[in-house]
């Protein structure tokens, strides 16, 4: 530890920290003192110490309130992960006592047929373990993985995250392939050939999701390969909970959807998949952690291998 630290350490409590969190977040100093139970002239004191520190200024008013400047971003960035750690500490001693090994706090999409099987595995070779998942859109969840909420995050790799600035801050654990898959709830169509094209299915009752989703994009593409208009789905679509509803309710739809929603729905039993050629590849799905000067949790680990054996399984 540098002398700068070493001073920062001594002089800043955590209360410091949660000022700069709060400030951040309510961009006023009634707004912070309200949130802290403190009073105003104790907040800027408190501010001061702590760009007093830094030997920077770190806010600036403006006529939106009071803003982190470029400096002030990245230590706000580093306050907010530092309190999430000490949250995780206090909810892994917590789990431990009840008399859980270890505990992993888990991102991942709410349909996934990978995430379910991989926890069952991880517990059967871990039995203590506990599991928090917590679900949403992956940029979401990779935010919140950068400030120490999560400890990994299992989504797709899409254009927006790579052209995101996240990128570098994460480590791939591992990465598994994906592709477009097609569902019905009724006899799998036939045309007399020996395996059934795109093509051959441009007239069917399609289902599938908006045009801004990347599985709709892909069904798109498939059929403009084969040199046909892609078709005009009858049902358009974005909740996984009416996909599967709809499915089983009309034999007659055909639906197009990711991999990982094609093996939950098949496992819920009266879907098929239906074998379709060529392969159209969707963008594949990874388990990330942060990068940084921490050794690779242990459960992280083991809940990779559990996703790996899942993946070698399909």
């Given at each position: 530890m540098d002398s700068r630290t070493d001073h920062l350490v001594r002089k800043l409590r955590l209360r410091h920290l949660e000022l700069l969190v709060a400030l951040s977040e309510t961009a006023s100093m009634r707004g912070a003192a309200a949130r802290l139970h403190l009073s105003?002239?104790?907040?800027?004191?408190?501010?001061?110490?702590?760009?007093?520190?830094?030997?920077?200024?770190?806010?600036?008013?403006?006529?939106?309130g009071m803003q982190p400047?470029?400096?002030?971003?990245?230590?706000?960035?580093r306050a907010r992960s530092v309190l999430h750690e000490l949250e995780r500490a206090t909810e892994e001693v917590e789990?431990?006592?009840?008399?859980?090994?270890?505990?992993?706090?888990?991102?991942?999409?709410?349909?996934?047929?990978?995430v379910p099987a991989a926890v069952a595995a991880l517990r059967r070779k871990m039995p203590g373990a506990?599991?928090?998942?917590?679900?949403?859109?992956?940029?979401?969840?990779?935010?919140?993985l950068l400030v120490g909420e999560l400890d990994c995050v299992f989504g797709a790799v899409t254009p927006e995250l790579l052209a995101s600035d996240v990128i570098p801050r994460l480590?791939?654990?591992?990465?598994?392939?994906?592709?477009?898959?097609?569902?019905?709830?009724?006899?799998?169509?036939?045309?007399?050939?020996?395996?059934?094209?795109?093509?051959?299915?441009?007239?069917a009752a399609w289902m599938a999701p908006p045009r801004d989703t990347l599985v709709r994009q892909a069904f798109m593409t498939a059929f403009l390969n084969e040199g046909v208009p892609p078709p005009v789905p009858v049902i358009e679509v974005m909740s996984s909970v009416t996909i599967g509803s709809l499915l089983r309710a009309d034999p007659a739809l055909l639906c197009a959807v990711r991999r990982e929603h094609a093996a939950d729905e098949v496992a819920r039993?009266?879907?098929?998949?239906?074998?379709?050629?060529?392969?159209?590849?969707?963008?594949?799905?990874?388990?990330?952690?942060?990068?940084?000067?921490?050794?690779?949790?242990p459960i992280v680990l083991a809940f990779a291998d559990a996703l790996r054996g899942v993946a070698r399984a399909h």
């Open positions: 105003q002239p104790a907040l800027s004191k408190m501010l001061g110490e702590v760009e007093a520190g830094f030997d920077a200024r770190l806010f600036e008013r403006s006529h939106q400047n470029a400096l002030g971003i990245g230590v706000v960035h789990a431990l006592r009840r008399g859980a090994v270890a505990l992993l706090r888990l991102g991942a999409p709410s349909v996934t047929a990978s506990m599991v928090q998942i917590r679900e949403g859109r992956v940029h979401e969840l990779i935010q919140r480590k791939p654990v591992l990465m598994l392939e994906d592709e477009l898959c097609v569902l019905t709830a009724g006899a799998a169509p036939r045309t007399g050939k020996r395996r059934l094209r795109w093509a051959d299915l441009q007239d039993g009266g879907v098929r998949r239906v074998d379709v050629a060529p392969p159209v590849p969707l963008p594949s799905f990874g388990l990330f952690i942060r990068k940084g000067d921490l050794p690779d949790l």
